[in-house]
């Protein structure tokens, strides 16, 4: 998957590069048979945050606080001001352990207003940006 520019302001967003999908990949093999998930801040560091889902071996949700943290570590890390910075700096990630390509119907429905999604079938990709 190659590296996608968007011109948003606050640091260059790249859209996720081929590290990046194999990190998830690495991840998402140790979860199986799980859905794992997490979050790509600006830095385009992989995060994993725990599935919250009541069936995780069929869909993925991430906690609030889980989300914030990650957020706030970023900030910490970057020290860019959190004001800087908006949903759509940051990607929501997660895995589809069965192979499926895309988004299910479920990841449509409950995705945010503002954050970019990506998801990663197993065990070799594709990812899917949505």
Not at 1 to 6: D, F, G, I, P
Not at 11 to 21: A, G, K, Q, T
Not at 85 to 93: D, G, T
Request: a negative charge; glycine letters at 8%.
């Amino acid at each position: 998957m190659s590296c996608k520019e968007q011109a948003l302001p606050g640091p260059r967003l790249p859209w996720v590069s081929p590290e990046v999908v194999a990190q998830i990949l690495t991840i998402g093999a140790d979860r199986l048979p799980l859905e794992a998930c997490g979050v790509i801040p600006p830095d385009q560091q992989v995060v994993e945050t725990p599935n919250s889902h009541p069936t995780p071996t069929k869909a993925y949700a991430i906690d609030v606080e889980d989300l914030g943290n990650a957020i706030l570590a970023y900030v910490g890390r970057s020290g860019v001001h959190p004001h800087d910075l908006s949903r759509e700096h940051f990607i929501v990630w997660h895995t589809h352990p069965l192979g499926s390509v895309g988004p299910s119907q479920g990841d449509l429905d409950t995705r945010v207003e503002g954050f970019r999604y990506v998801v990663v079938s197993m065990p070799q990709g594709p990812a899917t940006k949505f």
